[in-house]
T-cell receptor
Framework: DGGITQSPKYLFRKEGQNVTLSCEQNLNHDAMYWYRQDPGQGLRLIYYSQIVNDFQKGDIAEGYSVSREKKESFPLTVTSAQKNPTAFYLC????????????FGNGTRLTVT | GENVEQHPSTLSVQEGDSAVIKCTYSDSASNYFPWYKQELGKRPQLIIDIRSNVGEKKDQRIAVTLNKTAKHFSLHITETQPEDSAVYFCAAYSYGGSQGNLIFGKGTKLSVKP
């Protein structure tokens, strides 16, 4: 929906395991983002990428890693170093980074027990 | 860096009444202010945005006003309907530091009672 596909919708993992969340877009957007959403916390930026093979840390990057090998794809790995990984993760994209509205995917709800 | 405060955190109105959500921002260089609506379990969707060269923008029952001097902007929904019930997020584009990005408020849960 909206050209951004996140999978899976729900993900369950045991504590100590790394897990990778998928994000694919067919909008030909240059910039892609990962946000984390917790109840009452709004959306917090984890990582973003403006071009292929380049990405930057956001406000809460610790315990996460990303790659941008293709323009269409921006997977997020939640590592075992992330202390509180249970959350709703949203991927987004924009045509350019400056002053552009974000187009969001449908999100992945990760539960770690 | 930019800080965006959003109030109220919850808002309950009767169907047909108006709803107003207010946001303040700290970075005077910010010049782009979008509003997103998020229904339960779904992705945020852009409903309206405003740039700093205008003071007000309307789209049917939704309007946004911007006061750059006071550094605040507001979302106004008139003739509310039950389908307006959702969480609304304001955001401001921040140019601070080594990166520019949208900074979001913490959201307002709007409930429209039939």
């Amino acid at each position: 929906d909206g050209g951004i596909t996140q999978s899976p919708k729900y993900l369950f993992r045991k504590e100590g395991q790394n897990v990778t969340l998928s994000c694919e877009q067919n909008l030909n957007h240059d910039a892609m983002y990962w946000y984390r959403q917790d109840p009452g916390q709004g959306l917090r930026l984890i990582y973003y990428s403006q071009i292929v093979n380049d990405f930057q840390k956001g406000d809460i990057a610790e315990g996460y890693s990303v790659s941008r090998e293709k323009k269409e794809s921006f997977p997020l790995t939640v590592t075992s170093a992330q202390k509180n990984p249970t959350a709703f993760y949203l991927c987004a994209s924009t045509p350019t980074r400056v002053n552009s509205p974000l187009h969001f995917g449908n999100g992945t709800r990760l539960t770690v027990t | 860096g930019e800080n965006v405060e959003q109030h109220p955190s919850t808002l309950s109105v009767q169907e047909g009444d108006s709803a107003v959500i207010k946001c303040t921002y700290s970075d005077s260089a910010s010049n782009y202010f979008p509003w997103y609506k998020q229904e339960l379990g779904k992705r945020p969707q852009l409903i309206i945005d405003i740039r700093s060269n205008v003071g007000e923008k309307k789209d049917q029952r939704i309007a946004v006003t911007l006061n750059k001097t006071a550094k605040h902007f507001s979302l106004h929904i008139t003739e509310t309907q039950p389908e307006d019930s959702a969480v609304y997020f304001c955001a401001a584009y921040s140019y601070g530091g080594s990166q520019g990005n949208l900074i979001f408020g913490k959201g307002t849960k709007l409930s429209v009672k039939p």
